[in-house]
């Protein structure tokens, strides 16, 4: 059985089929091809919403997603809140509810696929409606690269809402034909479902095309289910149509008013008839026609009341042979019914002034205040508006290079005009683009249409209920009436943008489709000034609400950031690795044993380096070739310390700085030959050093011949660490004299390993004996496998980060970014004999002679030790000291610093911090005091190096 | 999402670029002489232009070249693009606006 | 050839990479040698040297023997070679350019190539490159260092129909390029594995 509001025939949907759905907790039913909206309004349901903060009834008061009233929460098939009921599609198993102004977000993952992609274009045409579809046409016969998309689950535009005949056939004949003939362009684009959200800089434009939503739970699970496009076009044609306007009244909200646009739409493309007994209330034409098409359809319609002294004499013929009474210089000033109007009170209006009324019984009241082009996508590309006194509208109020409007988007509101219009604007980007249009673009011919009565313009009624406005709503999703704008102006707001912010209108998901004109109107007029002075408020994207989830994409889960990973990932993941994240890297942190916690793991694996041998995988190191005839100037110029003397064969440790003095990173330079370099920079530092270095060779000394090469994934670096690191490193290659004499502290020395290149390097990041094998990644497993086999007999012992950290600390070695912050020169880190004095300039140096950098009481770099030999002080702790008689100073209590890194110390038996202290060097002996949990822990201020001062270990 | 003409590869997404700030401010011959003062212009001292104005762009994901670009602060509009080699062009002219005449 | 075993980044994508369908062929491409050279002016000396004519023209890249030039840079290009050794391509290509004033530098490990065929490819990668890979705009010859996804990648168009691409990507970068590869591949993959 048909639902009661049905028509008997006519519409897009699909009668043959029956689809169910749930609103509500009730089960009903619809059609492919209808909304919401449409099913509700089908089962003669108008209302659907309760409002934010007033809790009064709200219904479908527009066709599409300019409806303000009627938002719902949909349950299944997964939970999507404040949606609108004219723009969720039909499908079998939809539930959903009407909400009370707020909705509510899944409390699961949504498993549903989202995905973007990048569209280049000569033409995007926006909008398939006459004046969109003739434009796409135009574009695409002249060979253009077309994209057209609209957001409509069809094209057609305006076209699906009326009986407009082209070339003397059925208006949709041609949209089908044009339509098709797209299709058979190769280089068109035809998308629907697809609203252009956001138009930015350069011809980029944002997309949200909705690609399975209308399928329900059928939606194949592989397809996502939503797809931004990213298009870049040339030129933009903006044909977005127009969005009918309301006229404000008291009770305006009351369910069963709805815009009379929308009546007919549901009426021609749903096959729904939306009341009984209509009421329609206009300032212009375009309602008349609403009104003998459902008078036609079989609604009875009481009344035309046309706000207008004479109302539309070119109408009034049509409206007596259909027996429609028309009330010509009258208005509806206020509506009665619970929770559904049942009575209009209409009263004779003249002058600005309304006269004495009476009640017209009514299922259905619709209205027309004229109509608001919709100019977002012009707008949000910065294009300038104007107000049209005789629309009562915004129009685009210049040209913009790239962006056209057409069609009603640009004011034209007749067929043919809008036809003529979109095929202007798309030669005019083609031509622009030196693109010829072709000789033949002919367009269908639409029927002369009468010059319509000019529009009256009219924002409000005046409010003759004793309400005085509050319940005359201009915004019907914020509740905001036009008590509020008179109480915003009564405030002494005179900005639109202040009037918005202190009314909220406009600030909902409608984002003031509906409100916003009005308010520039009301605002106006309460202020006495024009309306062009007044303006509008700010358009900004996105035009129609955008889920987050569409937005991420695909950029979630595993591809929300990128893991880099070295050669020997595998290996660490089968050998049980708790993995730290370095920037994008994932490092191995330690590898614990069944029933060891990160403590337990890194005390052994630190006795292992320091007492026997471990091995790292040191990989992420940044590592940069520099070659070239200049390669030494360039480094002599960049590090603090002198590189050029630097032998062929041997390893310096360097420091490099800003202009400004302060350390930016610091690492270890090779010399391969006279003229080439391979420097090591930490691993947070390769990308931003190597992009120092092309900084300076590129614009200040370009004369160097020198060039630089990122290396750091062309090299695995595995440093074998501790007393036995000579006997493990000595058995793998044996082609290389590893003993003291013959391979020194700081030498590198190239080998092979069946033939294939390896380098070993004696350098130290723990202060242990150490040698660091480079090679080939492609090797880097059989490597490390080799170099485990040779350890075995010494206990060889895989170390992660903390490790590294625990000893690099213990020995003083400062971590840039970690134990600096940027305001760290080479001199607060203990490094003045890393700071060349021969040099006659390096970057940095002059600045190492301001006054500020000779301050005694600079922070500088010292170690901390707990004097309860237990706590481990946490990093980022401050540091502070107590007065002369032992007590703090009173607040606020100075800070000397804070404490860099922390950990606990297997070789010291006890835990130990790295900190910048105020004249650290010349507190060391001194007690102070760092809060920990409340507590104030004493420590003794220490030197930074707490292992091996002497270096004894590292260098034999 | 702007494009930005990196004059090698053409147009790219400006996200393929990194800022250098202001260009043409080379490195001091003899930082040695300088005053405390003149030193900390060099360091410290940029312009803060409103309009046109000379800047330094890295195209980091693409060819890592540097390049200078003319670019309205207040549209955000490239003027143009040219080499470290090529002279300063002259930045007196009118901004081109994305405006012109109105219809 | 070493005897040590070799071992690439792409391992453990080999049987994802085995059930895409013809539309979207994915084949790894590991064990290629690769030379980054610099040099300035670039002329007849050194393209005789060389044996092949470094392009000149941004974007674009040429045969080169048993390997590809690619431009990268105004001064900057990369020469790979299938058929020797990384440190033999090094030193060759040093011995050529040296005294040109240019360097070589090995770089074989540093990218890892994914190749690309089939019908669907242009479809699988204007889900994350923002440039314009239209045939008539990204033919054969054309190469681009941009971005895919999150990943910095050189795109090399190996035919005009835009059904073969090679994508040279930072080998730390791979598995995350291989996911978001099969992933973006997914909607052509006929029994999807989720
Ligand atoms: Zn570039």
């Known amino acids: ?82 949606l609108l009921a004219t723009t969720v599609e039909l499908f079998d198993g939809l539930v959903a509810h009407g909400l009370p102004g707020q909705g509510r977000l899944a409390d699961v993952p949504d498993s549903a696929r989202y995905d973007a992609v990048h569209h280049h274009v000569d033409v995007l045409v926006v909008g398939a409606g006459p004046a969109g579809l003739a434009a796409a046409l135009t574009a695409a016969r002249a060979g253009a690269r077309v994209a057209l998309v609209d957001e409509q689950s069809e094209a057609g535009g305006s076209l699906l809402s009326g009986t407009e005949r082209l070339d003397d056939a059925p208006a949709l004949e041609w949209v089908a034909a044009a339509v098709a003939e797209l299709a058979g362009s190769p280089e068109v684009l035809h998308l629907q479902r697809t609203t252009a959200f956001g138009s930015y800089d350069d011809g980029f434009v944002l997309a949200l095309e909705r690609r399975t939503d209308h399928l329900g739970a059928a939606a194949p699970r592989h397809v996502s289910r939503q797809r931004v496009w990213r298009i870049r076009a040339r030129s933009v044609v903006v044909a977005t149509g127009a969005h009918e306007r309301p006229v404000v009244f008291a009770d305006n909200d009351r369910p069963g008013t709805m815009l009379a646009g929308a009546a007919r739409t549901f009426l021609h493309r749903y096959g729904v008839l939306p009341g009984r007994a209509a009421v329609v209330f206009t300032t212009n034409d375009s309602a008349y026609d609403t009104a003998l098409d459902l008078s036609r359809a079989g609604v009875h319609v009481q009344a035309v009341v046309d706000a207008r002294p004479e109302g539309s004499p070119r109408r009034r013929e049509e409206c007596e042979a259909a027996g429609i009474r028309l009330l010509p210089g009258a208005v509806v000033t206020g509506t009665q019914g619970v929770e559904r109007v049942t009575h209009a009170l209409v009263a004779p209006f003249a002058d600005g002034a309304v006269g004495a009324g009476s009640a017209i019984a009514c299922d259905l009241l619709l209205v027309s205040g004229g109509w608001n082009p919709a100019v977002h996508l012009y707008s949000q590309a910065r294009g300038r508006l104007r107000y049209d006194e005789v629309l009562g509208a915004f129009l685009p109020g210049e040209r913009l290079d790239g962006l056209t409007v057409a069609g009603s988007a640009a004011g034209v509101l007749d067929l043919a005009g809008c036809l003529a219009d979109g095929r202007r604007g798309a030669r005019a980007a083609l031509t622009a683009l030196g693109i010829t249009p072709a000789a033949d673009d002919r367009l269908p011919a639409a029927p002369e249409s009468a010059v319509p009565t000019a529009p009256l313009v009219l924002w409000r009624v005046p409010d003759t209920s004793g309400a005085d406005g509050s319940t005359s709503f201009v915004d019907l999703q914020r509740d905001a009436t036009v008590a509020d704008i008179a109480r915003a102006i009564g405030a002494g707001l005179r900005s639109i943008e202040h009037v918005k912010r202190y009314t909220t209108i406009g600030t909902a998901h409608d984002q003031g489709k509906t409100s916003g004109v009005l308010t520039s109107g009301i605002t106006a007029e309460l202020l006495g000034i024009p309306v062009q002075d007044t303006g509008t408020t700010t358009f900004r994207p996105p035009y129609t609400p955008v889920a987050f989830a569409a937005l991420a994409g695909r950029d979630r889960g595993r591809l929300f950031d990128p893991e880099r990973v070295t050669a020997l990932h595998e290996w660490h993941v089968a050998a049980g690795a708790v993995f730290e994240d370095v920037g994008q890297w994932k490092r191995p942190r330690y590898y614990p044993r069944p029933g060891e916690d990160m403590a337990a793991a890194v005390l052994r694996e630190c006795a292992a380096a320091r007492t026997g041998v471990g091995i790292l995988d040191g990989s992420t190191l940044g590592k940069i070739d520099v070659q070239g005839p200049d390669a030494a100037v360039l480094l002599d110029r960049l590090y603090t310390n002198m590189m050029s003397s630097l032998k062929v064969g041997s390893v310096r440790y360097g420091v490099m700085c800003g202009v400004d003095g302060m350390v930016i990173d610091d690492g270890t330079v090779l010399r391969l030959a006279e003229d080439r370099f391979l420097v090591l920079t930490t691993t947070g530092g390769a990308a931003k050093v190597l992009d120092w270095m092309e900084e300076w060779v590129q614009t200040e000394w370009p004369d160097l011949r020198v060039h630089c090469t990122s290396v750091t994934e062309q090299w695995v670096t595995l440093p074998v660490v501790g007393p036995r690191s000579r006997d493990v490193v000595g058995a793998v290659f044996p082609g290389v004299d590893v003993s003291a004499e013959a391979f020194p502290f700081m030498t590198w020395r190239d080998t092979s390993l069946e033939g294939v290149p390896v380098r070993l390097a004696r350098i130290s990041f723990s202060g242990e004996l150490a040698y660091e094998v480079y090679v080939n990644p492609w090797y880097a497993v059989a490597v490390w496998q080799r170099l485990l086999e040779a350890g075995r007999p010494h206990g060889i012992t895989p170390y992660g980060t903390e490790t590294m950290h625990v000893l690099r600390a213990e020995k003083g070695y400062p971590i840039i970014g970690q134990d600096t912050d940027g305001t760290v020169t080479p001199h607060d880190l203990g490094m003045a004999w890393a700071v060349s004095k021969k040099k006659p300039d390096f970057i940095g140096k002059r600045s190492f002679a301001r006054p500020a950098n000779a301050d005694p009481l600079r922070k500088q770099l010292v170690g901390l030790l707990p004097v309860d030999r237990e706590t481990v002080l946490p990093e980022g702790s401050q540091v502070v000291e107590f007065l002369a008689d032992g007590e703090l100073p009173p607040p606020p209590v100075p800070m000397l610093g804070h404490v860099t890194s922390s950990y606990r110390s297997a070789e010291l038996a006890r835990p130990f911090a790295l900190a910048l202290v105020r004249g650290g060097r010349e507190r060391i002996g001194e007690t102070v005091h760092v809060p920990v949990d409340g507590t104030l822990v004493p420590a003794e201020v220490t030197g930074s190096v707490l292992v091996d001062p002497e270096g004894a270990r590292r260098d034999g | 999402m702007q494009l930005i003409a990196c004059p090698w590869c053409g147009p790219r997404e400006e996200v393929e670029f990194h800022y250098g700030g202001q260009a043409h401010v080379p490195y001091p011959d003899s930082p040695a002489e300088l005053s405390d003062e003149e030193w900390a212009l060099y360091v410290f001292f940029r312009d803060n232009t409103k309009g046109r104005f000379a800047e330094r762009w890295n195209h980091t994901t693409g060819c890592r070249r540097w390049f200078n670009a003319i670019r309205d602060t207040t549209t955000y509009r490239f003027e143009s693009v040219y080499r470290l080699d090529d002279p300063k062009p002259p930045v007196t002219e009118l901004a081109r606006s994305r405006r012109s005449t109105a219809p | 050839m070493a005897e040590l075993l070799r071992t690439h980044p792409l391992e453990g994508w080999t049987t994802r990479f085995e059930r895409l369908p013809d539309t979207v062929r994915i084949t790894v491409e590991p064990y290629v040698a690769m030379v980054d050279v610099r040099l300035a002016p670039v002329g007849a000396e050194a393209s005789a040297a060389l044996g092949v004519d470094l392009p000149t023209t941004p974007g674009t890249w040429v045969p080169a023997g048993a390997g590809r030039a690619v431009w990268l840079g105004p001064d900057e290009w990369l020469l790979t070679s299938t058929t020797e050794a990384p440190e033999e391509l090094e030193a060759r290509v040093r011995a050529a350019v040296a005294g040109l004033g240019g360097s070589a530098t090995d770089v074989s490990a540093q990218r890892i190539g994914l190749r690309l065929t089939g019908a669907r490819v242009r479809d699988v990668l204007v889900k994350g490159c923002s440039i314009d890979l239209h045939p008539r705009v990204f033919g054969r010859g054309s190469s681009a260092q941009t971005l895919l996804g999150q990943a910095g990648v050189v795109l090399l168009a190996l035919s005009d129909a835009g059904d073969d691409v090679l994508v040279l990507v930072r080998s730390s970068f791979a598995g995350y390029l291989a996911d978001w590869l099969l992933d973006a591949a997914l909607e052509f993959t006929p029994t999807p594995d989720r």
């Open chain 1, 1 to 82: 059985m048909s639902p009661p509001f049905r028509t008997a025939s006519g519409g897009r949907i699909d009668r043959a089929t029956a689809v169910e759905f749930i609103f509500d907790g009730q089960t009903l039913t619809g059609h492919p091809g209808d909304t919401l909206a449409s099913a509700l309004l089908a089962h003669g349901r108008h209302q659907v919403a309760t409002s934010i903060t007033l809790g009064r009834s709200r219904g479908i008061a527009a066709a599409w997603a300019e409806d303000p009233g009627g938002l719902v929460q949909v349950e299944e098939p997964f939970p999507e809140p404040m």
